[in-house]
């Protein structure tokens, strides 16, 4: 029978993370579901864990390991669902029933464009605020890059990037929801265009629910469903998992100088058309200066 949810992990050296992410899928009741590995050409054993331990879940080779949008839009052309699920290798679901009420949610919510659930860290039991995020106003970057929000988090005003000041225990619609793991219908990803394949990494989340938004969709923060995330396992980005992030500090070094790429390309896409010259000018030396103390400061 057509599966009603085709869910998309990206994978790149994440095999130490991938089988409690396969696990958790597997344990899924009550829906019928297709599984797609997308790997991004992968130096460590992803692929033969998946072909002896995993020969249900369906493997899409990529020959590079750039671009996460574009090793999200390589899965799409196999998945044979009406609803896709991208879904980090490093996350997983903690419930039997997560995928059936996230799905079940998404059909029952007029004008949905993308759903999450609360993105929980394993490190340390907190939230993944990735999850629930406001978009980068230049005004919303500034509190957050200052520090500023972390003084006022549940400010209106100064919480705005990560919109603490909603909570994080009653659903409600945020601007973006995180990439690790976003419910879409297939009919809703086409109309706005999917992954934007000139972010290589970072920020292409942002994008897409930026471009849900302009087509008149809501995108839903869903707490009733909990996920674990170990966030930036493959990356080596986030403080909390540089304990177990399998990534070399080449790769950290090159994913830093793309996360900074990714904040250029979201702004001059989506803001500077908006917003006069001095304010596009401040907010460019800004990005510069954070690539200095992100990229070259750090190494």
Not at 79 to 107: G, H, Q, S, V
Request: charged share 20%.
């Amino acid at each position: 029978m057509k599966p009603q949810v085709s869910i998309i992990v990206l994978n790149y050296n994440a095999a130490n993370f991938l089988s409690k992410t396969l696990d958790s899928i597997k344990m899924q009741k009550g829906i019928r579901v297709e599984t797609i590995v997308v790997d991004n050409n992968s130096s460590d054993n992803s692929l033969l864990l998946l072909k002896t331990k995993y020969p249900w879940v369906k493997v899409v080779k990529r020959t590079t390991s750039v671009g996460f949008s574009a090793g999200n839009n390589a899965g799409l052309p196999v998945a044979k669902a009406d609803t896709i699920l991208f879904f980090n290798p490093d996350i997983a679901f903690t419930k039997p029933t997560d995928l059936k009420l996230c799905y079940e949610k998404y059909y029952s919510t007029p004008k949905l464009g993308a759903l999450t659930g609360r993105v929980n860290l394993v490190v340390n039991g907190k939230i993944d605020e990735t999850c629930h995020r406001g978009f980068p106003t230049p005004w919303a970057a500034f509190t957050h890059f200052t520090g500023l929000e972390k003084f006022f988090p549940t400010s209106s005003l100064f919480s705005k990037y990560t919109l603490g000041y909603l909570g994080y225990d009653t659903e409600h619609e945020v601007d973006a929801v995180g990439g690790m793991f976003m419910l879409m219908s297939r009919k809703v990803g086409q109309k706005v265009g999917w992954w934007d394949e000139q972010f290589p990494l970072y920020g292409e989340d942002l994008d897409l629910c930026y471009r849900l938004k302009e087509h008149g969709y809501k995108n839903l923060y869903w707490p009733q469903v909990v996920l674990e995330h170990y966030k930036g396992a493959t990356t080596g980005m986030s403080k909390t998992s540089r304990k177990v992030t399998s990534a070399s500090k080449a790769t950290t070094r090159r994913v830093k100088g793309w996360s900074i790429q990714a904040m250029e390309i979201f702004y001059q896409k989506h803001y500077a058309p908006k917003y006069p010259f001095y304010v596009n000018w401040i907010v460019m030396l800004g990005i510069r200066l954070l690539k200095f103390k992100r990229v070259v400061l750090a190494h």
